[in-house]
């Protein structure tokens, strides 16, 4: 039996994994190169996100679900592996994501903000497995690009939005964080 709501994860991956960026090279506005590796494959490409109030970038290597893997590598035209073991992880070894099923219009799932995400590589609790919440806007006009876990655990505190853990687990790591790179 797949765990609730892990339909509409693969959904909504699916929508937040067109690339933020095409093939990338050096930058000097900080986002990570993206050249051709000696064999001629391609790194996989970079999406953007949300963390401590910055734009962060992130890829998908491996999904818990093959419904999920299978969607995040049509979207994002690199493979992602499927891993049934991620499901199991205990949950004090993952970090969350944070994912928007209404809202602001933009780059994110189903044409909605960015997602976000609870930690970076350069604070303690840092992982790259990530537990997918679904986030959901009561009052969609009401709805503001959330840009933090701070803005998110405000917005859920006033009543504002909802969150459901689907029971999907991706790994995503970083490549830009506030502070970092690879």
């Avoid at 001629?40 to 491996?62: C, D, L, M, S, Y």
């Avoid at 679900?65 to 049509?74: S, Y």
């Avoid at 909605?112 to 840092?126: A, I, L, N, W």
């Avoid at 998110?152 to 506030?178: D, H, K, Q, Y």
């Amino acid at each position: 039996m797949r765990p609730r709501g892990l339909v509409a994860v693969a959904a909504l991956l699916a929508g937040s994994c067109a690339p933020a960026m095409g093939p990338m090279t050096s930058s000097p506005a900080g986002t990570p190169d993206m050249a051709p590796m000696a064999s001629g494959v391609r790194n996989a490409p970079p999406v953007k996100g949300f963390a401590e109030g910055q734009e962060v970038f992130f890829i998908h290597t491996e999904a818990s679900d093959g419904q999920v893997a299978d969607m995040l590598t049509r979207m994002m035209g690199s493979p992602v592996l499927v891993v049934p073991s991620l499901a199991q992880v205990p949950s004090s070894a993952l970090a969350n994501v944070y994912v928007f099923k209404n809202g602001v219009k933009g780059e994110g799932p189903f044409g909605f903000q960015p997602d976000v995400f609870d930690s970076t590589p350069s604070r303690t609790g840092y992982s790259p497995l990530r537990a997918v919440h679904l986030v959901a806007w009561k009052d969609e006009p009401q709805a503001r690009v959330l840009r933090s876990m701070e803005d998110v655990r405000m917005a859920e505190a006033r009543g504002e939005i909802t969150i459901e853990r689907s029971g999907a687990v991706v790994n995503m790591p970083m490549l830009t964080w506030p502070g970092g790179r690879r």
